[in-house]
């Protein structure tokens, strides 16, 4: 069963706008959550991450919300970029070694 | 700037035939790992290791051994593949086991 699910597998954003991927998570025990990026034929690249003590965090045009009490967590991308066009996924971990991805969202950033 | 190596990049087995897909990393990572990515799957975790002699299982292991004899190396090995292991594979190391993972470019493998 996936713990960890992103319920839209594409989006299409106009460049200069604000680019919002979901992600929703069912175990209330996962501590921490990172959101990577992909480009074809590559691996995953680290983006942003957020501890679960947080609620929000911000790293340049990525900022990651929190939403403890509804298991849900979002990045927005401000302002988007064709450059940004990748699938995104989102994970979350436990304290200790296991991290559980979702199936990743494919975004589109049209000049 | 190494990073993550993964070897190889392609590869095509037939069912019943075993091999080792390699995995290394420069960047002194106690934590690796061995995930896969399958259609509409996102990345599932097979194995992992906490440092050099330690192993243990992720959600997906059916079918993989792994071992961690050096810090730098963590081979994913399939002793008889089966049509369902058609997937690609990622290695990943980090820090720690809570932090951001290091992604290797991949290793495509088919299993006919």
């Known amino acids: 069963d996936q713990q960890v699910k992103q319920n839209s597998p594409s989006l299409s954003v106009q460049e200069g706008r604000i680019s919002i991927l979901n992600c929703d998570y069912t175990?209330?025990?996962?501590?921490?959550f990172l959101w990577y990026k992909k480009y074809p034929a590559e691996g995953p690249t680290f983006l942003i991450s957020i501890s679960s003590i947080k609620d929000k965090n911000e790293d340049g045009r990525f900022t990651v919300f929190l939403n403890k009490s509804a298991k849900h967590l979002s990045l927005h991308i401000v302002p988007s970029q064709p450059g940004d066009s990748a699938v995104y996924f989102c994970a979350a971990s436990l304290t200790g070694n296991q991290f559980y991805f979702g199936t990743g969202t494919s975004l589109t950033v049209i000049p | 700037n190494a990073g993550v190596t993964q070897t190889p990049k392609f590869q095509v087995l037939k069912t019943g035939q075993s091999m080792t897909l390699q995995c290394a990393q420069d960047m002194n990572h106690e934590y690796m790992s061995w995930y896969r990515q399958d259609p509409g799957m996102g990345l599932r975790l097979i194995h992992y290791s906490v440092g050099a002699g330690i192993t243990d299982q992720g959600e997906v292991p059916n079918g993989y051994n792994v071992s961690r004899s050096t810090t730098e190396d963590f081979p994913l090995r399939l002793l008889s593949a089966a049509p369902s292991q058609t997937s690609v594979y990622f290695c990943?190391?980090?820090?720690?086991?809570?932090?951001?993972?290091?992604f290797g470019e991949g290793s495509r493998l088919t299993v006919l």
């Open positions: 175990n209330s025990m996962f501590d921490y």
């Open positions: 990943a190391s980090s820090y720690s086991s809570s932090g951001e993972l290091f």
